[in-house]
């Protein structure tokens, strides 16, 4: 009992330090869920309603994170939008965006992304669903794609 007692302070703990420097995924939570997590939290503390995460979605933004690794000899800690990739999401939607960055850590890539207008307008755009994927690089660098959709209610 005294174990546990002393794991539960020591959650305590743990939760109330990663709280204070404003990071919410526990060490158990994949950079996906924390990227996630970021992304709705900005789009509800503005009053939108949180993206659903799509797993075909998913499937299709982790292929383009694994492909710019594959493709980049180095991380140019950056944002971008890949051309073509309205054509690899899954069909029937009605609007679509995508957003791509790389940097340091899942954190720091989406600060970076909610520093660009145009990145942040698709964070916090009209969109239902969220697919994300993310790859670290054998340097550790974090590659990140964002795909936003919306599909007709049916």
Known sequence: MRSFTRLLLALAVLSALTSSVGVAAAASTSAEEQLAALVNAERT???LRPLSVDTELGDVASHRSDAMVSRSKACPHGLAHAPGYEEAVPPGW????????CGGSVAAVH????GSPT?????LGDFEEIGIGVETDGRGSVWITELFATYPVT
């Open 94 to 101: 009605m609007r679509v965006g995508e957003n791509v960055g």
């Open 111 to 114: 600060q970076a992304l909610m």
């Open 45 to 47: 503390k503005r009053g």
């Open 119 to 123: 990145h942040r307008d698709n964070i």
